[in-house]
């Protein structure tokens, strides 16, 4: 009965110093900065794009990026893809299967924890359409928040 009470006390002494925190998703939302991040323009998803050897949002290499995303350059001044350097930056990259409905992904939040980036996004469904497409969602990181990273859908 005595370990119990000491248990307890103490339990009760660590809610104090958390500032009465009593879930660990309230901790993990006062743990976390916003990470900048570049949203990715005039890029497509390859045909020839592998959705199951697709283990992880981030990218590394630009082979890894070839192998997964083609450049859609158009005219115009804001016609060329937006420029990304391996060596300095690593891509984010969520990637929906083909559909016959155009869709937007956005990004809601780009946030790092202690050990962890985690990308938050919202799907809007913008029409019907004729012709089939797949939905992406493209951001360049600096590296200097290179974590692990986890992509949620929020609504």
Do not use: H, W
Request: charged share 30%.
């Amino acid at each position: 009965m005595a370990i119990g009470l000491l248990f307890a006390a103490c339990n009760n002494e660590n809610n104090k110093n958390n500032g009465g925190a009593k879930t660990l998703s309230d901790m993990a939302k006062k743990n976390t900065d916003k990470v900048p991040y570049t949203l990715a323009k005039n890029y497509f998803v390859r045909k020839d794009f592998d959705a199951d050897k697709f283990l992880t949002p981030k990218i590394t290499t630009a082979e890894e990026f070839e192998k997964i995303f083609g450049m859609a350059t158009v005219m115009g001044n804001e016609g060329k893809p937006t420029p990304v350097d391996f060596t300095k930056q690593y891509a984010l990259a969520v990637i929906l299967p083909v559909a016959e409905r155009s869709v937007k992904l956005k990004v809601d939040k780009l946030q790092q924890t202690k050990d962890q980036l985690i990308l938050r996004y919202k799907e809007e469904d913008e029409t019907a359409s004729t012709m089939k497409s797949q939905p992406f969602l493209l951001l360049f990181v600096d590296k200097k928040y290179d974590k692990d990273p986890a992509v949620q859908q929020v609504d």
